[in-house]
């Protein structure tokens, strides 16, 4: 810890504290995530450090997912991860933009495209985030995203050779994807394109898609604004702990998601639908989005990275040398 120089606190979760600091080496700004409690002994500390840092290093290198520098763990300081320091975060721009100031179509595009490349980018090294929300996708200097807090985060069970089950509940509420609502301890990468769904729309609309009060008000919501219809004949539906529930049962008018954006282009509504497919095996991949007209055709090249966003994995960011990894 004694390399770092804390500036000041910028967030607080539940896993830990985040400060703003300066690499005394480099002069670099870093934020530093302080896991909380000691660091040495306590084992379940310990496993979610390595399952964050782990995540992180998997994903180095990707111009729109934070880039890690380290991660120690000592008796004096405890556990800390070292990244790149970017902010604000994208609800810190949107609360500061005023609720219900939508971001125009374009701008909405060129932002979804850098989030779903982050996105594509860890589903292909088998990362699942399981927290994607507007708190956890950091805005830089340029204007552009770069997808943040891996604490909730692990690989999939295809990437590991472990079998699920996951942990549930993941995910804060208001992006919870239905099949989690429903108790899904077998879900895949669809948990994270669901929230990317809830996101484009509150980019669009200028406010949170569905703000819901419980699990239960959450997954009504949820098939108020999107349908159910199909959601009972998904295969894997009867078998999750709560298909019995009376709000899988209540017949419901279908997709309403239309009428609330009427502006919406067709192409844009083709993936905003699609990231938000009640059903997890109709639902868009990350990968699949990006190849949809909306983010193929002519027009959408004038949105093209504003610096290297487009880059691919193997190419480092900025060529700063990373410190080695002491997990
Ligand atoms: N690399 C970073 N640069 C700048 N700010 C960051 C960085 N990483 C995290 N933050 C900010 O700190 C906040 C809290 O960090 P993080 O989400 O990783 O902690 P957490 O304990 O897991 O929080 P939560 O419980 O809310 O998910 C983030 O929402 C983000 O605004």
């Given at each position: 810890m004694e390399h770092y120089e804390r500036i000041e606190k910028i967030g607080e979760g539940a896993s830990g504290v985040v400060y703003k600091a300066?690499?005394?080496?480099?002069g670099a700004t870093v934020a530093i995530k302080r896991l909380r409690g000691?660091?040495?002994?306590d084992e379940q500390l310990s496993e979610d450090l390595v399952r964050e840092a782990r995540c992180l290093e998997a994903c180095?290198?990707?111009?729109c997912l934070v880039e890690l520098r380290a991660a120690h763990r000592d008796a004096a300081a405890g556990a800390f991860l070292v990244m790149d320091y970017v902010g604000p975060s994208m609800a810190q721009v949107m609360r500061e933009r005023g609720a219900g100031r939508p971001v125009p179509e374009a701008e909405a595009r060129r932002l979804m495209r850098q989030l779903l490349e982050g996105a594509a980018a860890m589903h292909d090294l088998?990362?699942?985030?399981r927290d994607l929300k507007p708190d956890n996708v950091l805005v830089d200097g340029h204007g552009n995203l770069k997808i943040c807090d891996f604490g909730m985060s692990r690989f999939a069970a295809a990437a590991t050779g472990h079998a699920a089950p996951y942990?549930?509940?993941?995910?804060?509420l208001w992006y919870r994807a239905p099949e989690l609502l429903l108790g899904?301890?077998?879900?895949?990468?669809g948990v994270d394109t669901w929230a990317l769904g809830c996101i484009m729309a509150e980019l669009l609309s200028?406010?949170?898609l569905l703000p819901g009060r419980s699990e239960m008000d959450q997954l009504n919501r949820a098939f108020d604004t999107v349908?159910?219809?199909d959601m009972a004949d998904w295969p894997r539906f009867a078998r999750l702990?709560?298909?019995?529930?009376?709000l899988c049962r209540k017949s419901r008018p279908p997709s309403r998601l239309r009428d609330m954006f009427p502006a919406l282009s067709t192409a844009g509504f083709d993936v905003l639908s699609g990231l938000l497919a009640c059903r997890p095996d109709r639902r868009l991949t990350a990968a699949d989005a990006l190849r949809r007209p909306w983010f193929?055709?002519?027009?959408?090249?004038?949105?093209?990275?504003?610096?290297?966003?487009?880059?691919?994995?193997s190419e480092r960011v900025g060529g700063v040398a990373a410190d080695a990894i002491v997990v």
């Open positions: 300066r690499d005394r080496r480099t000691g660091g040495g002994d180095r290198g990707h111009p088998g990362v699942l985030h942990t549930s509940p993941v995910v804060t899904s301890r077998e879900y895949d990468a200028g406010a949170p349908g159910a219809d702990p709560r298909a019995g529930s009376p193929t055709d002519a027009e959408s090249s004038a949105d093209q990275p504003r610096n290297a966003c487009g880059a691919r994995l």
